[in-house]
Each structure stands twice: as structure tokens, then as C-alpha cells.
Nanobody, 125 residues
Framework: QVQLVESGGGLVQAGGSLRLSCAAS????????MGWFRQAPGKEREFVAA????????IHADSVKGRFTISRDNTKNTLYLQMNSLKPEDTAVYYC??????????????????WGQGTQVTVSS
């Protein structure tokens, strides 16, 4: 079992920055890949970024590439998402997720089995 708790969301002006955190507990954090997803009102949940268990490989959605950076600190059991140059279209609830099945770097939501409760990010224009 894995428990995930996100934090760091809030209201920010366009062009600003936020850093989301996801604290994990339960199963050994360094043993599984993790990802960030987001869901805006009336839209489907979409992939944002993913990272391997070691942090050695990351992937980012084209919509956030160059602005967002996923990272992890296995000594602190924490996943991060640094978000810079935020845009109003980044407004959404952001979720962290864990895949404990051994996939290298999943990016489909159905590949993840554990989810946090989400944290709201609102970007004003």
C-alpha cells in the first residue's frame, strides 16, 4: 500500500511559479515510478510528467515542457513538480500517482494504482 499527500497548490498570477510536493508513505518510495497528472473542470485527467524510481529519467507533456520539472528525493520520500512561467490554462487540480508494478516510466493514468487527493492550482491572468 502507498499513501500519497500533495501540497503546495494555490493562487498565482500568470508568469509566476509554484512548487508542488507529494509526500509518500507505506511501501518503499525508491522502488517505484511516479507521475503528476492534472484535471481541469469539464476536462479529462491529463498526463503532466513522470519519473523513474531512481530519478534518472523524466518525461514531460509537450504542454509543460520547458516550464515544469518533475523531480524526487528518495531520502525524503517526496516527489516534486516545479512549475514556472505559469499560464491560466495550467489551472487544474494536480494529482501525484505511483505505479508499483515495475514499469520504467508510465504515462497513462490507467498504469498508476495509487493516487493522492489532489491540490488546486489556479493561475490568474
Amino acid at each position: 500500500q502507498v499513501q500519497l499527500v500533495e501540497s503546495g497548490g494555490g493562487l498565482v498570477q500568470a508568469g509566476g511559479s509554484l512548487r508542488l510536493s507529494c509526500a509518500a508513505s507505506g511501501r518503499s518510495f525508491s522502488g517505484y515510478a511516479m507521475g503528476w497528472f492534472r484535471q481541469a473542470p469539464g476536462k479529462e485527467r491529463e498526463f503532466v510528467a513522470a519519473i523513474t524510481w531512481s530519478g534518472g529519467i523524466t518525461i514531460h507533456a509537450d504542454s509543460v515542457k520547458g516550464r515544469f520539472t518533475i523531480s524526487r528525493d528518495n531520502t525524503k520520500n517526496t516527489l516534486y513538480l516545479q512549475m514556472n512561467s505559469l499560464k491560466p490554462e495550467d489551472t487544474a487540480v494536480y494529482y501525484c500517482a505511483a505505479d508499483t508494478t515495475g514499469r520504467t516510466i508510465p504515462f497513462h493514468s490507467y498504469e498508476y494504482h495509487y493516487w493522492g487527493q489532489g491540490t488546486q492550482v489556479t493561475v490568474s491572468s
